[in-house]
Protein backbone atom coordinates (compact mmCIF):
# COMPACT_ATOMS: atom_id res chain seq x y z
CA UNK A 1 0.00 0.00 0.00
CA UNK A 2 2.73 2.47 0.85
CA UNK A 3 4.37 2.67 -2.84
CA UNK A 4 0.54 2.72 -4.09
CA UNK A 5 0.19 5.85 -2.30
CA UNK A 6 3.88 7.19 -3.27
CA UNK A 7 2.94 6.75 -6.50
CA UNK A 8 0.39 8.19 -6.47
CA UNK A 9 1.06 11.42 -4.33
CA UNK A 10 4.06 11.71 -6.70
CA UNK A 11 1.93 11.40 -9.91
CA UNK A 12 -0.48 14.17 -9.27
CA UNK A 13 2.39 16.31 -7.83
CA UNK A 14 4.12 16.10 -10.98
CA UNK A 15 1.35 16.39 -13.24
CA UNK A 16 0.43 19.53 -11.10
CA UNK A 17 3.30 20.95 -10.89
CA UNK A 18 3.66 21.17 -14.43
CA UNK A 19 0.34 22.61 -14.74
CA UNK A 20 1.09 25.56 -12.62
CA UNK A 21 4.60 26.50 -13.27
CA UNK A 22 3.03 26.52 -16.95
CA UNK A 23 0.31 29.05 -15.72
CA UNK A 24 2.31 31.15 -12.90
CA UNK A 25 6.09 31.30 -14.87
CA UNK A 26 5.50 34.86 -15.58
CA UNK A 27 2.62 37.39 -16.12
CA UNK A 28 2.35 36.61 -19.72
CA UNK A 29 1.82 32.86 -19.14
CA UNK A 30 -0.79 33.70 -16.01
CA UNK A 31 -2.75 36.10 -18.84
CA UNK A 32 -3.00 34.02 -21.31
CA UNK A 33 -4.20 31.16 -19.48
CA UNK A 34 -7.05 33.75 -17.85
CA UNK A 35 -7.97 34.76 -21.12
CA UNK A 36 -7.92 30.99 -22.54
CA UNK A 37 -10.10 30.41 -19.24
CA UNK A 38 -12.64 32.65 -20.22
CA UNK A 39 -13.32 31.66 -23.78
CA UNK A 40 -14.09 27.82 -22.59
CA UNK A 41 -17.92 27.54 -23.11
CA UNK A 42 -18.61 26.59 -19.36
CA UNK A 43 -20.27 29.23 -17.81
CA UNK A 44 -18.05 29.35 -14.08
CA UNK A 45 -15.06 29.78 -16.52
CA UNK A 46 -16.14 33.03 -16.97
CA UNK A 47 -15.51 33.95 -13.48
CA UNK A 48 -12.95 36.33 -13.06
CA UNK A 49 -12.15 34.51 -9.81
CA UNK A 50 -11.71 31.27 -11.19
CA UNK A 51 -8.09 31.79 -12.62
CA UNK A 52 -6.13 32.42 -9.59
CA UNK A 53 -7.87 30.12 -7.37
CA UNK A 54 -7.69 27.47 -9.90
CA UNK A 55 -3.98 28.33 -9.73
CA UNK A 56 -3.80 28.56 -6.53
CA UNK A 57 -4.86 24.74 -6.00
CA UNK A 58 -2.57 23.61 -8.52
CA UNK A 59 0.07 25.00 -6.24
CA UNK A 60 -0.81 23.71 -2.84
CA UNK A 61 -1.82 20.31 -4.32
CA UNK A 62 1.87 20.04 -5.43
CA UNK A 63 2.88 21.28 -1.62
CA UNK A 64 0.46 19.19 0.03
CA UNK A 65 0.82 15.85 -1.48
CA UNK A 66 4.49 16.40 -1.16
CA UNK A 67 4.46 16.23 2.70
CA UNK A 68 3.61 13.10 4.45
CA UNK A 69 0.98 14.77 6.92
CA UNK A 70 -0.64 16.97 4.52
CA UNK A 71 -0.95 14.06 1.85
CA UNK A 72 -4.80 13.25 2.34
CA UNK A 73 -5.52 17.15 2.57
CA UNK A 74 -3.32 17.47 -0.51
CA UNK A 75 -5.19 14.47 -2.41
CA UNK A 76 -8.68 15.49 -1.16
CA UNK A 77 -8.01 19.10 -2.64
CA UNK A 78 -6.87 17.34 -6.07
CA UNK A 79 -10.02 14.90 -6.04
CA UNK A 80 -12.12 18.49 -6.20
CA UNK A 81 -9.85 20.03 -8.63
CA UNK A 82 -9.71 16.91 -10.63
CA UNK A 83 -13.40 16.63 -10.70
CA UNK A 84 -14.43 20.13 -11.47
CA UNK A 85 -11.68 20.59 -14.11
CA UNK A 86 -13.16 16.73 -15.97
CA UNK A 87 -16.53 17.97 -15.70
CA UNK A 88 -15.67 21.50 -17.43
CA UNK A 89 -13.42 19.78 -19.89
CA UNK A 90 -16.43 17.49 -20.76
CA UNK A 91 -18.86 20.28 -21.02
CA UNK A 92 -16.38 22.09 -23.28
CA UNK A 93 -16.07 19.01 -25.61
CA UNK A 94 -19.64 18.14 -25.86
CA UNK A 95 -20.33 21.77 -26.40
CA UNK A 96 -18.09 21.46 -29.55
CA UNK A 97 -15.79 24.22 -28.27
CA UNK A 98 -12.88 25.08 -30.77
CA UNK A 99 -10.41 26.23 -28.30
CA UNK A 100 -6.65 24.58 -27.19
CA UNK A 101 -5.76 22.37 -24.31
CA UNK A 102 -4.13 24.59 -22.38
CA UNK A 103 -3.59 22.72 -19.13
CA UNK A 104 0.10 22.43 -19.52
CA UNK A 105 1.06 25.67 -21.51
CA UNK A 106 0.12 27.20 -24.39
CA UNK A 107 -0.71 24.27 -27.26
CA UNK A 108 -2.31 24.18 -30.72
CA UNK A 109 -4.39 20.63 -29.83
CA UNK A 110 -8.13 21.50 -29.60
CA UNK A 111 -10.06 20.27 -26.17
CA UNK A 112 -10.97 16.70 -26.87
CA UNK A 113 -12.12 13.62 -25.61
CA UNK A 114 -8.89 12.35 -24.87
CA UNK A 115 -8.27 15.04 -22.58
CA UNK A 116 -11.57 14.43 -20.55
CA UNK A 117 -9.91 10.63 -20.52
CA UNK A 118 -6.61 12.05 -18.96
CA UNK A 119 -7.91 13.93 -16.14
CA UNK A 120 -10.73 10.77 -15.38
CA UNK A 121 -7.62 9.13 -15.43
CA UNK A 122 -5.89 11.67 -13.19
CA UNK A 123 -9.39 11.63 -10.85
CA UNK A 124 -8.88 8.07 -10.47
CA UNK A 125 -5.26 8.09 -9.48
CA UNK A 126 -6.07 10.88 -7.20
CA UNK A 127 -9.08 8.69 -5.44
CA UNK A 128 -6.96 5.67 -5.30
CA UNK A 129 -3.96 7.69 -3.50
CA UNK A 130 -6.99 8.97 -0.98
CA UNK A 131 -7.97 5.75 -0.29
CA UNK A 132 -4.30 4.00 -0.46
CA UNK A 133 -3.53 6.60 1.85
CA UNK A 134 -5.62 6.23 4.66
CA UNK A 135 -5.60 2.56 4.61
CA UNK A 136 -1.77 2.25 6.34
CA UNK A 137 -0.60 3.68 9.49
CA UNK A 138 2.89 4.72 10.52
CA UNK A 139 3.47 1.16 12.03
CA UNK A 140 2.99 -0.45 8.90
CA UNK A 141 6.38 -2.24 7.69
CA UNK A 142 8.80 0.62 6.23
CA UNK A 143 9.35 0.61 2.86
CA UNK A 144 12.33 -0.42 1.37
CA UNK A 145 14.60 2.12 -0.83
CA UNK A 146 14.32 0.05 -3.80
CA UNK A 147 10.67 -0.08 -3.58
CA UNK A 148 10.70 3.85 -3.51
CA UNK A 149 13.01 4.14 -5.98
CA UNK A 150 10.57 1.86 -8.52
CA UNK A 151 7.27 3.84 -7.00
CA UNK A 152 9.54 7.27 -8.02
CA UNK A 153 10.43 5.68 -11.36
CA UNK A 154 7.06 4.55 -11.96
CA UNK A 155 5.37 8.06 -11.31
CA UNK A 156 8.03 10.08 -13.20
CA UNK A 157 7.12 7.89 -16.33
CA UNK A 158 3.43 8.04 -16.11
CA UNK A 159 3.38 11.90 -15.51
CA UNK A 160 5.73 12.36 -18.75
CA UNK A 161 2.92 10.28 -19.96
CA UNK A 162 0.03 12.35 -18.95
CA UNK A 163 1.87 15.57 -19.85
CA UNK A 164 2.55 14.76 -23.48
CA UNK A 165 -0.18 12.95 -23.92
CA UNK A 166 -1.09 15.31 -26.74
CA UNK A 167 2.04 14.23 -28.66
CA UNK A 168 1.24 11.03 -28.19
CA UNK A 169 -2.11 10.87 -29.29
CA UNK A 170 -0.77 13.55 -32.34
CA UNK A 171 1.78 10.88 -33.24
CA UNK A 172 -0.48 7.79 -32.93
CA UNK A 173 -3.02 9.34 -34.89
CA UNK A 174 -0.86 10.67 -37.53
CA UNK A 175 0.49 6.70 -38.16
CA UNK A 176 -2.64 5.27 -38.15
CA UNK A 177 -3.93 8.01 -41.09
CA UNK A 178 -0.65 7.38 -42.77
CA UNK A 179 -1.01 3.75 -42.32
CA UNK A 180 -4.65 4.47 -44.00
CA UNK A 181 -3.53 6.04 -46.91
CA UNK A 182 -0.39 3.82 -47.36
CA UNK A 183 2.45 6.19 -46.45
CA UNK A 184 5.46 4.79 -45.57
CA UNK A 185 5.09 1.10 -46.38
CA UNK A 186 6.93 -0.77 -48.82
Known sequence: MVYAALICRTLVGLVFAVSAFSKLRNGTAYREFSSWLASVPVPLARKRALPPVLAG?????VVLVA???????GLVLAVL???ALTAGTAVAVRRGARVTCQCFGSSRTELASHHVLRNGFLLVLAVVGLAVVGAFSADAVAPRPAGIGL???AAVALATFVVFLDD?????GRD???????VGLS
Open 57 to 61: AEAAI
Open 67 to 73: VPATAVA
Open 81 to 83: TLA
Open 151 to 153: SLW
Open 168 to 172: VVFLV
Open 176 to 182: SADRAKG
